[in-house]
């Protein structure tokens, strides 16, 4: 045995193999930290993990743009309009990602809700907001979403949109920095239905101080340097007015807007389409106060106007009588 030890290969290899089970052991007591982990956990879809899948298009530059797509029922257009988009930005040097804010209660469709509830959830992580139509496709990579330091930026220029073209217009693309969208108090809640909320954020901007840019010496005109992709045969747009609402929605709203928004977020799910990179898709129910718009929901209008049909029947029967 003593010439066995003496034998300096055989310590050699003994000394090869404590050595490697020391460092074995060490290793299995290790704690491994879950900010090490490059693995998905199952069941647990954090904050964290949401983020670094929106850093998959991030570029160069210290400013990040949220695309905010008010949505409800247009999917056929959303399968469209996401990999035009990541197409699109991809070849402008910005940080930037899409979020889908989909509508899920049954009153009728607010635009202007939508966006104010986008904002409140994006506003930490996003320095500056596109309000973008899903059914308008920049086609002219002249216009540039960059950061809008001087004012809110009209992408959709009234000289360029396919069908409006009134100077006040300022719906379809409108790129609005953090500090300017909160400054006006957002946009105004009142706007069930489509139509007209846009205009009043304009007359907003204009009572701040704000002044609209637009795109300048672009080499396309109104027929080319957008597509505009909504069939109005299949998809019509909700313009039913009841109640007073166009009586009210024709004035300026000073009292709703960013702060008094009233939403519930269901529901954040992440999204590809095509192979496109992560959009977020943030499932928002809206709440209506009914005595301050009762024309979130026009279905029992109707029904209203009979029964005063009726009272007034009533009224003058009991005139006549007395």
Not at 24 to 29: D, N, R, V
Not at 292 to 313: L, N, R
Request: charged fraction near 25%.
């Amino acid at each position: 045995m003593k010439a066995f030890w003496k034998n300096s290969k055989v310590r050699y290899l003994f000394l090869c193999i404590l050595i490697t089970f020391v460092t074995s052991c060490i290793i299995g007591i290790t704690p491994i930290s879950l900010d090490e982990c490059k693995c998905d956990i199952q069941g647990s879809p954090s904050k964290l993990i949401r983020q670094v899948q929106r850093t998959n298009q991030i570029k160069s530059g210290k400013h990040r743009l949220a695309i905010l797509v008010p949505f409800r029922d247009r999917f056929d257009e959303l399968l469209i309009f996401v990999p035009h988009m990541h197409k699109f930005l991809s070849k402008q040097n910005i940080r930037y990602h899409i979020f889908i804010v989909n509508q899920i209660d049954n009153y009728r469709f607010n635009r202007a809700s939508l966006i104010n509830a986008g904002f409140l959830e994006v506003q930490k992580e996003f320095d500056y907001i596109a309000m973008h139509d899903v059914d308008l496709l920049p086609m002219n990579d002249e216009l540039l979403y960059h950061y809008p330091a001087q004012g809110p930026y009209h992408i959709a220029s009234p000289e360029l949109h396919p069908r409006y073209h009134y100077p006040t217009f300022v719906g379809g693309i409108l790129l609005v920095n953090r500090e300017q969208f909160v400054q006006v108090n957002g946009m105004s809640n009142k706007y069930w239905g489509w139509g007209l909320e846009d205009d009043e954020f304009y007359v907003r901007l204009k009572e701040a101080g704000l002044n609209v840019g637009r795109p300048e010496n672009v080499s396309t005109g109104t027929h080319n340097t957008f597509k505009h992709i909504h069939d109005r045969n299949r998809k019509k747009r909700d313009m039913t007015k009841c109640y007073n609402q166009r009586e009210v929605t024709r004035r300026r709203d000073r009292r709703t807007g960013l702060k008094d928004v009233s939403y519930e977020l269901v529901d954040i799910t992440e999204l590809t389409i095509a192979g496109t990179p992560t959009i977020t898709v943030f499932k928002v129910s809206l709440d209506c106060n009914k005595t301050d718009t009762p024309w979130c929901d026009c279905t029992k209008s109707d029904d209203m106007k009979g029964e005063k049909v009726e009272d007034k029947k009533k009224n003058k029967k009991s005139q006549h009588g007395s």
